[in-house]
């Protein structure tokens, strides 16, 4: 019996790690593709809601769920509760046609894949996600990402006439640029870059690709801004570097001249002043400069107002409009004909659910981000010995300022290309939000003589914080324990009934950078791979020096 519950929760653990590569994968293919990634599928069921439903089964198929006890995700769970409710109202009661709310409710119910990926790391991470996604994965997948992003531009900027399009779409190409989908994994390869995980000559690359964003839309280049602020905190050679060379191309371009014809917006330093003269309120320089960015901007403005404006004279506070309401025909700001591609969110996230979900629902989101931005920097605190964790927490913070940022001037977080990631990398960020608060609460360990019957060498005892975490000793846990190898350079040196998993490969001794807590580790005890702990690998090649004096050999 005991052999079959370990069987069935190392069954489990390969599942959670299929399900957690595919959410893996979806997230690089709409980073490489965009839109176009997003519209794989028939309308109305495309990739991001089959994947919706393939996490959802998992779930339910697990039987239980590991609900995060964290106050975002408590109040993300109140969020998605007031909007179901408004909904159902707004079927029920304003006689709303339901296609059209599940469409708007989009940017609420995509954050289940919060709740999946959190689900999914809890299970089956192991101890060494983030160096592997910080270390590995995402500097293996860079290259593979921009040059798909490059046939992206090119295709959709030169050749996007000649192109097929989506089935039920009017404009939608096999390849299809967007500057503030495009902008966001650039984003994230410039913080890697600057914190030492990206080769340089693909920051070169990535440097281009954020030119072109940034000239096409203030909004990514307000997003570029923001994030290297954001990385001011923890500055390194190469942001100085970056920013550097940035401003020097700037006054080479300026000084010459420079422009390169895009279709729309051309990327020139022309270009760039009138993005920063419209984004600093300047709309006569930037007209001056380049007559779409203030006929863009106005268009926008007087639609946020007209929203304002009726949901302060109305007085919405329980529920807007509905929520399937089109915006832009309510408003008459409507620019397409076409069911399907009808132009229905005004190019703000939160006015958005101000008009459908009233101040309840706008309060709650801006509630909801606060404390997930807030949440994100502590655990950057709290990470001061773990550099992946914190490192992994910067950059889930710095790519969620930019998706706010984006989300107030352009339909972003309603658009399943960036919704999904988004809502995924949260999930990512909740587990973070997690493993800090553990870290927070630990009491100091303080330093102790190795047990009599402890392989623990002395040096290795030092002062740690423990996380407090483990799990009483049931006779599975004790049969478990006596068939496990403990690493042999950090034995028990805790209460034997309090500790242990069923041991995976990835499950290795970190007590450099701190134990996985949240899956039940003690902070100095380490199962599974011992011979990759690093404590071990060190007592080994101690062993092989004295060998070699001594003129044995070590098998």
């Known amino acids: 019996m005991r052999a079959v519950d370990a069987l069935r929760t190392e069954q489990s653990s390969n599942t959670s790690s299929i399900v957690a590569r595919l959410l893996i994968l979806a997230v690089l293919g709409y980073w490489a ?34 609900v995060p006890n964290l106050a975002i995700a408590w109040l993300y769970g109140l969020f998605l509760t007031v909007v179901l409710g408004q909904a159902a109202y707004s079927v029920l009661v304003l006689g709303q046609p339901p296609l059209e709310i599940v469409r708007n409710l989009a940017i609420v119910y995509y954050g289940l894949f919060a709740i999946v990926t959190y689900a999914l790391i809890v299970r089956a991470a192991g101890s060494n ?8 994965v995402l500097p293996r997948a860079a290259p593979w990402i921009l040059g798909f992003a490059t046939l992206t531009v090119v295709g959709s900027v030169f050749f996007g006439e000649l192109l097929p399009q989506f089935p039920k779409t009017d404009a939608v190409t096999v390849l299809f640029y967007k500057p503030t989908d495009a902008v966001m994994p650039l ?23 954020l030119a072109i964003a940034a000239g096409r839309s203030r909004s990514a280049m307000l997003a570029i801004g923001v994030a290297l602020l954001a990385m001011v905190r923890t500055p390194t050679r190469r942001m100085v570097q970056f920013v550097g060379l940035g401003f020097a191309l700037f006054l080479v371009m300026l000084i010459a001249d420079i422009r390169v014809d895009l279709g729309y917006r051309e990327v020139s330093a022309r270009q760039f002043l009138a993005n920063m003269s419209s984004l600093i ?13 203030t006929r863009n901007k106005d268009w926008r403005a007087a639609w946020w107002e007209a929203i304002y404006d009726d949901a302060v004279a109305n007085d919405r506070y329980l529920i807007g409009l509905g929520w399937g309401t089109n915006l832009a025909d309510e408003f008459g700001f409507q620019t397409e004909d076409s069911d399907v591609n009808a132009l229905r969110n005004p190019h703000n996230a939160l006015l958005g659910i101000l008009a ?5 629902a706008a309060s709650l989101w801006v509630t909801f981000y606060l404390v997930l931005l807030y949440g994100l920097w502590q655990a950057t605190r709290a990470f001061q010995d773990d550099r992946p964790r914190q490192d992994m927490a910067w950059t889930i913070l710095i790519y969620v300022l930019a998706s706010q940022i984006n989300g107030a001037t352009d339909v972003f977080l309603e658009s399943p290309q960036n919704a999904i990631p988004h809502w995924i990398i949260i999930g990512v960020g909740w587990a973070l939000i997690r493993d800090a608060r553990l870290v927070n609460r630990a009491p100091a360990l303080a330093p102790k003589a190795p047990a009599p019957d402890s392989l623990i060498d002395p040096r290795y005892v030092r002062p740690r914080r423990s996380s407090g975490l483990g799990r009483p000793l049931t006779p599975m846990l004790a049969e478990q324990l006596r068939t496990v190898q403990p690493c042999p350079a950090l034995a028990l040196a805790l209460d034997r009934s309090t500790c242990g998993i069923v041991p995976r490969d990835d499950h290795i001794c970190l007590y450099a950078g701190g134990a996985s807590a949240r899956i039940g580790w003690q902070q100095l005890y380490c199962l599974g791979d011992y011979t990759a702990c690093e404590h071990w690998q060190a007592k080994q090649e101690e062993a092989e020096v004295r060998a070699e004096d001594a003129g044995t050999v070590i098998a």
């Open 33 to 66: 593709f965009g839109k176009a990634f997003a519209y794989l599928g028939l309308y109305p069921l495309y990739i991001g809601e089959i994947l919706l439903v393939a996490g959802a089964l998992y779930l339910i198929h697990r039987g239980t769920i590991p």
């Open 129 to 136: 996600f983030y160096r592997q996604m910080l270390e590995d």
């Open 187 to 209: 984003i994230v390869l410039m913080a890697l870059w600057m914190r030492g995980y990206l080769n340089t000559r693909w920051m070169i690359w990535t440097a281009g690709l």
């Open 281 to 293: 309120g300047s709309d006569e320089a930037a007209s001056g400069l380049d007559e779409t960015t």
């Open 356 to 360: 459908r979900g009233g101040w309840l």
